[in-house]
């Protein structure tokens, strides 16, 4: 009986594709996904540039080994590179950062040697895996509330202790810097400052090099798409308003008997006894007023709102010739005239730019040519995204000018993504902001009705990335997330098979 159920499915990113194939395999046969846009895969988001695949969403497979199941599935539709799925590949651990060989650029336009950078470099990582130590269970008073005041102050403090000139104290400042700038992108934070020191920890890492899709991200969610049957996604057809609790005194006598309503913004009304919400955190912070009905309880828009979910965004650059050197993997570019430790700039209007930490090198050049990826995050990166191409391509020339001493260089070509303004997703991932624990992250996950109701249970589960407590903010985390709703449903319906119900 459980598996004439209907199940709708809102939103065909990775979380609601892994839920529908789940259910699927599992002989459930009334499972319907509706997609907002006209494209499956959400933020993993693929484009041909100049006759390349490049990422405007996703990047890499973050800890590439056994236990991640998006690298298991990539590697079963036979998408990875030979290198990739090496065993030696799979138990390179790194702790969530690769060690990419560094070009290292200042902005009076020296390149200055890794020899000089270095020291600077080994005390912001010491740093910041210290403030990865902080137990959550550990009721301890904290040094700070913030990884980036904890990494600030610590940092202050080993400044100032040593005896050293100023500017070899300066460029140590501008280091850190940058990668806490860096650190901003790889949190999707605006500041790190907003992030949760307590919590910073409970992001779990995977062994494995971080790897790349040669054909691109999205090339996963075309197999994925293909497994499952064909016309069980619904394009374009965004939600407006999922009724739960439902008795609605318009629909058919068959509709009836179901007690969940998607109203969609095209008129349509499907019928459901289960919803699988899986929107970013973004949108629902947006939405979430309306998009339920009756509203979600109190406590659960409490850790919709505390939670943080911020901005990351790419600028592509493709050049006639290599500015950097042959073997160099990511360029950092140091402001020397911040006069403090910060991850913010002053004036968004005149120095967003200055938010930008950098590039990674694409590569392999055989395959990409001379192109960088410029990564920026927070407000200015937001700020970014309204700014016409021809102000972008200018300001990213001068940068680009003002950095390499070279006052000809021009990029051929200059391409950027827009997360913040995407109407679907409103930023790029979630965070762990201050005051947040993984009880909002446990919030967020409960189903509704809440536990104790007399209603028909698990009308409305949430999944995404946003509900994943060690994975947040990553691809296998948002499919991870959407088996364990999946599951959920499964085990409510046949208990015996599946006793844990939540195994993520
Ligand atoms: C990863 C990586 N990566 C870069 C950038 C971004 C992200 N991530 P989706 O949003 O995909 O799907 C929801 C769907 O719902 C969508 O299609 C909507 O259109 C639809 N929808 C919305 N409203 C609707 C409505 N009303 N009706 C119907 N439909 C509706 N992850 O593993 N490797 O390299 C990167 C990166 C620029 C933007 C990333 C990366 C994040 C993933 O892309 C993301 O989590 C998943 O794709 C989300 O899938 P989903 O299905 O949940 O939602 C210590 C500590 C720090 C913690 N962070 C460290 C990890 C670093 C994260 N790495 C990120 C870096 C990059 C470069």
């Not at 895996?129 to 610590?154: A, H, N, R, Y």
């Not at 999707?188 to 779990?204: E, I, N, P, Q, W």
């Not at 409103?426 to 104790?452: F, H, M, R, W």
Request: proline share 6%.
């Amino acid at each position: 009986q459980g598996l004439d159920s209907h199940i709708v499915i809102v939103g065909c990113g990775i979380s609601g594709l892994g839920a529908a194939m789940r259910l699927v395999q599992h002989g459930f046969h009334k499972v319907r996904i509706v997609e907002a846009t006209g494209r499956a895969g959400g933020r993993i988001k693929t484009t041909l540039w100049g006759g390349k695949f490049v990422e405007i969403g996703a990047n890499w497979i973050h800890g590439p080994c056994q236990e991640n199941p998006v690298f298991r599935l990539a590697c079963d539709y036979h998408l990875l590179d030979e290198k990739s799925m090496t065993e030696e590949n799979q138990s390179i651990d790194v702790e969530g950062h690769p060690p990419f060989v560094p070009n290292w650029f200042t902005s009076s336009g020296q390149k200055v040697s890794v020899g000089m950078t270095e020291p600077a470099s080994m005390l912001y990582m010491k740093l910041l895996q210290e403030s990865q130590e902080f137990s959550v269970e550990d009721q301890e008073v904290l040094p700070t509330s913030s990884v980036g005041e904890f990494i600030k102050c610590k940092a202050k403090q080993a400044l100032d202790e040593e005896q050293v000139d100023k500017t070899t104290k300066d460029l140590k400042q501008a280091v850190i810097n940058t990668l806490l700038k860096a650190e901003c992108c790889v949190s999707g934070t605006h500041s790190m400052d907003d992030v949760c020191l307590r919590a910073f920890g409970m992001y779990k890492t995977l062994p494995g090099l971080d790897c790349t899709f040669p054909g691109g991200y999205e090339g996963l969610i075309r197999c994925m798409a293909q497994d499952l049957p064909k016309d069980i996604v619904s394009y374009n057809k965004p939600v407006k308003c999922i009724h739960w609790n439902c008795t609605d005194q318009n629909s058919s006598s068959s509709e009836k008997r179901l007690p969940v309503l998607v109203e969609c913004e095209d008129g349509e009304k499907i019928p459901a006894d289960h919803v699988i919400l899986t929107v970013s955190l973004g949108f629902l912070k947006r939405n979430h007023k309306t998009l339920l009905n009756p509203e979600i309880p109190p406590h659960k828009v409490q850790s919709i709102q505390n939670l943080g979910f911020g901005t990351n965004n790419k600028i592509f650059l493709e050049f006639e010739e290599p500015f950097w050197d042959p073997d160099c993997e990511i360029i950092f570019f140091l402001w020397e005239d911040e006069p403090e430790l910060t991850d913010v700039v002053s004036n968004l209007d005149i120095f967003w730019m200055k938010k930008l930490f950098g590039f990674t090198v694409m590569t392999p050049a055989e395959r990409y040519g001379h192109v960088l990826c410029g990564w920026i995050a927070g407000h200015e990166s937001e700020h970014m995204e309204t700014l016409s191409q021809v102000e972008l391509e200018c300001t990213i020339t001068r940068l680009i000018r003002r950095f390499t001493g070279n006052p000809t260089i021009t990029p051929k070509r200059v391409l950027r993504s827009q997360w913040y303004h995407d109407p679907y997703t409103y930023g790029s991932y979630t965070y762990i902001a201050k005051g947040c624990s993984g009880q909002d992250i446990d919030n967020l996950v409960e189903p509704l009705p809440l536990k104790g109701s007399q209603s028909k249970p698990l009308q409305v589960l949430f999944g995404g990335e946003a509900t994943n407590r060690s994975f947040f903010s990553t691809v296998h985390g948002a499919l991870l997330a959407g088996w364990r709703e999946a599951e959920r449903l499964i085990s409510h319906y046949a208990p015996s098979t599946f006793p844990e119900a939540c195994s993520s």
